[in-house]
């Protein structure tokens, strides 16, 4: 007969082995799973970093041991990074498979460069690369929930949406969005009717990490933070692979692949060895080509005027999501939380102070309460005061934005001439950057006359001369951009781009019989940007 204390000790016995014997899929939740894996991975980065850190502080004293530490070190950072190997592979990999290969492809090679990186003692790499993996998987479950909407399966949304929940705190920070989900919880049959609203928020999520975590990088830089500002690129660059397919849905694909390029640069900006203050300005000159294809992504005005008012509005959302999580009782919870705050709204106070007087031509009353609310949150921020307070000057504040965005609209007379005007004088600028050595700003110059030019005279051309406004098209977009990539000879490129340009003075004289075109406020707006540089035009630094 055992005694209490025996039948104590069996019964543990028995659960610990249960629960060691239990398959890690067996999980309660997927986003349970998401953040095992996350942990896994950081532990093992933390155990190299912890063990060597250990070892060269005792190398001296302990020297005959070295060898046995770094081993032993190694081997426990290489069962914590097999733990979230076996978390991905039980839970993630045959979804991946399914709806996205690549990803797969990304996260099973990620792993394999990341045991390299613990095995040589780069921790810093092994960090970054966790961002591939554990953002890689929003991917995954996105598409996954996109998938259950067309099949009518409540059961697998709920599920994969747990990781999101779990990421981003939606029960607590997006209300509105748990709101959704709890009806589809109670009422399944309303996952086809508010499943595309809740994948349309989450979206919206990741457009504002896409244009955020460049904003958080150039603060880093201003504070010499190197290793933050890459990670805050690598994070960029992979939140936005969930918005990737909605950005090519929306504007094709080569609008798409230029926001996805903008967001390789940044990261390849960050882990130059180019001196901070450049580092600095090429991430600002990044950030305002992004800016300028998420405002077309959500089809808004990206006028100076329209710009100033979208990158206010994205960036007082953040700071109603960062504030939330940062301060609690007048005390600071989340130090990187509240400075992430700060940024956003001195930003979003800068961008004002910057357009303030454009805006102030669409509405005196306006612009006052909205400076008005940017001065009281400054204050309340600076206090650590009431997240309520934030909350409701942050919704009357996007109140004031959308009736400042209204008035900005309307439609105007456009000259087609004006179009063929802006070609040439991209392409004149396109000739004079390549024949300065600057390849990248000349194939820039001329992808900006074609998309944000050429395309408003297409049709027009079309009717009077459908084989020269063919040639036009195939000897700006495709030869000359193709000439530029390929590093061909200015000499080359100049002759290219002077019979552009003498098939373009062909088809001005064919063209005035269409007189003007009616466009609305947005083509407008396209021209007014692209008439300088980014950097010399937009007030706006996103």
């Known amino acids: 007969m ?26 309660v939740t997927l986003g349970d799973q998401w953040d095992s894996l996350k942990t896994a991975l950081s532990d093992a980065e933390k155990t190299m970093t912890f063990h060597f850190d ?35 592979s039980d839970n993630f990999k045959e979804a991946a498979l399914a709806v996205d290969a690549e990803s797969d492809m990304l996260i099973t090679n990620t792993f394999s460069d990341t045991e390299n990186m613990l095995v040589s003692g780069n921790t810093e790499q092994a960090s970054l690369n966790r961002q591939i993996i554990d953002k890689t998987i929003y991917k995954i479950a996105f598409m996954k929930m996109e998938l259950a909407i067309t099949q009518n399966n409540s059961v697998d949304f709920l599920s994969w949406f747990t990781v999101m929940e779990k990421k981003f705190k939606i029960s607590t920070t997006y209300p509105d969005m748990d709101s959704l989900v709890v009806d589809i919880r109670s009422n399944p049959t309303l996952l086809s009717v508010n499943g595309p609203q809740i994948t349309e928020k989450l979206l919206e999520i990741f457009k504002l990490k896409t244009v955020e975590e460049i904003a958080e ?79 077309k992504y959500e089809g808004g005005d990206v006028s100076d005027t329209g710009l100033a008012l979208s990158g206010i509005k994205d960036r007082l959302n953040l700071v109603e999501v960062e504030y939330l999580n940062a301060v609690k009782n007048g005390k600071i919870i989340n130090q990187v939380e509240y400075d992430e705050t700060v940024v956003f709204l001195t930003k979003a106070t800068d961008i004002f102070n910057n357009n303030k007087v454009a805006l102030m031509e669409l509405s005196n009353s ?101 084989e020269l406004v063919l040639k036009i098209e195939i000897d700006m977009r495709e030869n000359l951009r193709n000439m530029i990539k390929s590093n061909e000879s200015p000499d080359k490129v100049d002759a290219q781009i002077d019979m552009i340009l003498s098939d373009l003075a062909q088809a001005k004289k064919v063209v005035p019989e269409f007189g003007t075109i009616t466009m609305i406020i947005l083509a407008i707006a396209t021209i007014s940007i692209i008439g300088l540089t980014a950097r010399s035009r937009i007030s706006l630094r996103v």
């Open 366 to 466: 306006d612009v006052t309460s909205l400076e008005k609310n940017l001065a009281d949150m400054n204050e309340i921020v600076t206090a650590k005061g009431s997240i309520h307070e934030i909350s409701t000057l942050v919704g009357n504040s996007l109140t004031t934005i959308v009736t400042l965005q209204d008035l900005s609209g309307g439609e105007t007379q456009i000259d087609i001439l004006e179009y063929f005007d802006e070609i040439e004088r991209l392409l004149n600028e396109s000739k004079t950057a390549y024949q300065n050595g600057n390849a990248q700003m000349a194939f820039d110059l001329v992808t900006q006359a074609y998309l944000d030019n050429y395309e408003f005279v297409e049709g027009p051309l079309g009717e009077v001369d459908p």
């Open 217 to 295: 990088a150039i603060a880093a830089l201003d504070k010499g933070d190197m290793k933050s500002a890459k990670t805050f690129t690598y994070e960029g660059l992979y939140y936005y692979r969930t918005l990737h397919p909605s950005v090519e849905e929306k504007l094709g694909s080569e609008s798409a692949n230029e926001l996805l390029h903008s967001m390789k640069s940044a990261l390849d900006v960050t882990t130059s060895d180019k001196p901070i203050d450049i580092m600095k300005a090429d991430l600002e000159d990044i950030s305002e080509k992004v800016e300028l294809i998420i405002r």
């Open 2 to 27: 055992l005694n209490i204390q025996q039948k104590i000790f069996f019964f543990s016995l028995i659960a610990f082995a249960f629960i060691v014997s239990t398959p890690v899929a067996f999980s």
């Open 54 to 88: 250990l070892i060269a502080h005792q190398a001296e004293k302990v020297d005959l041991k070295l060898k046995d530490q770094i081993e032993t070190t190694k081997t426990d950072a290489i069962k914590k990074l097999q733990t979230a190997k076996t978390i991905y």
